[in-house]
Every structure is written in structure tokens, then in C-alpha cells.
């Protein structure tokens, strides 16, 4: 594998402004997939939190927290993936694919939007968890769902635009530095919890792949532990 990523020019023909990578081969492709099924699991989480904090019974503060628990740990995990693609993937794809600075820039101002929303729900979900108050939680699932709704846009962009760039101008290696980024903030006894919502609703290809991806005695913690664990934790959360 080349130790340094020059630019050179476009070929004759190609788009104006446009450089190609030179060190991004058929064998140091990044895994562009990975983030497909992380997006999904914001989706859905995100989507559901509205209902469940609707349902729950005025001055039950035990419920709300349960709730408020859960949303918290959502949003700090989308706060750093997208710091994750602000620090190390934004500034790679300016410097390689010029021509599309206008998209990363659109990027960037969408994940602003985003940024304040959680911004928000970040004084918000701490006055609904200790009151239960009815229209504290219409609060909360009101602006989650302004939240959803700019990242659903935001996601969909990202995967049909951006992540095709990624394949083409981004390595393995560098690619991989954003997942390690993610990993590194999770708390280690929710590990196990983190990957049952990313598995929930991979295919049964992304499931294998993602699991390969562990050491054996990961994987045998998932399969005796992680599974019924995520489970609970389901229920736990869901539970009307």
C-alpha cells in the first residue's frame, strides 16, 4: 500500500476540476456498507423515540428516565459520528474531489442543523426526565422529530452522493479511522448493546460481515451474552 495519497490531474474528458486519487485501490476499498447500517439504526431509533415519549404517563418519572437514558446515548452517538465525518472525511474529500465542494459544504450546513436540534433536546430531555410533565415530553418528541426529519435528508444525500466519492476517493485505512473515532467514545458495558442496535436490522450478509470483523471472544460474548442483553434492552426501552 502507497504510504502517501497524491492528487493527480483529470484525464481528458473528465469532469472540470476533478483529481483523481492514486493510492485507492481494489484492495484497500473502504467498506462504504458499514455506514449504511449505522444510518439505519438512527433512522429507527429516531423515529421511535417520538411515540414512546407520548406514551409516557404523566409524573412517571421512572419511565421518563428510562426514555430520556436512551435518547441521550442515541444523540451522543450521532454527535460523534458526525464529528467523526467533520474532522476526518469533510476535509479529505474537499482537498480530492474539488469539483464537489458545493455537496461537502451541504454536508457541513446540515449537520449545523442537526448540531442545534441536539443542541436543544440537550436542555430539553433533562427538565422532561425530572418532571414527566406531559408538555415537557411533547417538547422532546416534537423537536426529535424536527431532528429526524433534517437527518433523514441529510443521510439519504449522503449515502446516494457522498458515499460513492468515498468508494472511489477515500482508503480503507483512512475510512476505518472514522469508525475507530465512533468506537472510542462508546461507554465499554454498552458495547454489546451498541452492536445489537446496529445488527437489528442489518441483512444476514451485513450481520456475518460485521461480526467477522471481531475477535473470536467478541463474538462469543455476543452470541452468549450480547443477544439476550440487547433483548432486555429492547424491551426495556419499547415497552408501552
Known amino acids: 500500500m502507497p504510504t502517501c495519497y497524491g492528487l493527480q490531474p483529470?484525464?481528458?474528458?473528465?469532469?472540470?476540476?476533478?483529481?483523481?486519487?492514486?493510492?485507492?485501490?481494489?484492495?484497500?476499498?473502504?467498506?462504504?456498507?458499514?455506514?449504511v447500517v449505522v444510518h439505519r439504526m438512527f433512522r429507527r431509533e429516531l423515529k421511535l423515540a417520538p411515540g414512546l415519549i407520548r406514551q409516557v404517563p404523566a409524573g412517571d418519572t421512572a419511565r421518563a428516565g428510562t426514555l430520556a437514558a436512551h435518547v441521550e446515548e442515541v444523540l451522543e452517538g450521532l454527535h460523534h459520528h458526525h464529528e467523526a465525518e467533520d474532522k476526518l472525511l469533510w476535509p479529505l474529500l474537499l482537498r480530492r474531489v474539488a469539483f464537489e465542494a458545493e455537496l461537502v459544504n451541504t454536508m457541513e450546513a446540515q449537520h449545523e442543523r442537526v448540531a442545534a436540534h441536539i443542541e436543544t433536546l440537550g436542555r430539553l430531555v433533562p427538565a422532561w426526565r425530572a418532571s414527566a410533565a406531559p408538555q415537557d415530553g411533547e417538547r422532546v418528541a416534537a423537536t426529535v422529530e424536527l431532528l429526524h426529519g433534517e437527518l433523514v435528508v441529510h443521510l439519504d444525500q449522503e449515502e446516494e452522493r457522498i458515499l460513492p466519492l468515498v468508494s472511489e476517493h477515500v482508503t480503507k485505512e483512512e475510512w476505518d479511522r472514522l469508525a475507530e473515532y465512533g468506537r472510542s467514545h462508546l461507554s465499554?458495558?454498552?458495547?454489546?448493546?451498541?452492536?445489537?442496535?446496529?445488527?437489528?436490522?442489518?441483512?444476514?450478509?451485513?450481520?456475518?460481515?460485521?461480526l467477522s470483523l471481531l475477535p473470536l471472544p467478541a463474538r462469543v460474548l455476543w452470541s452468549l451474552v450480547g443477544k439476550r442483553q440487547y433483548r432486555k434492552e429492547v424491551v426495556r426501552v419499547r415497552a408501552a
Open 188 to 210: 465499554k458495558d454498552r458495547l454489546l448493546v451498541q452492536l445489537g442496535a446496529l445488527l437489528e436490522d442489518a441483512t444476514d450478509w451485513e450481520r456475518r460481515e460485521f
Open 10 to 35: 483529470a484525464t481528458t474528458g473528465s469532469q472540470p476540476g476533478r483529481a483523481t486519487l492514486t493510492g485507492v485501490t481494489a484492495d484497500n476499498k473502504p467498506a462504504i456498507w458499514e455506514m
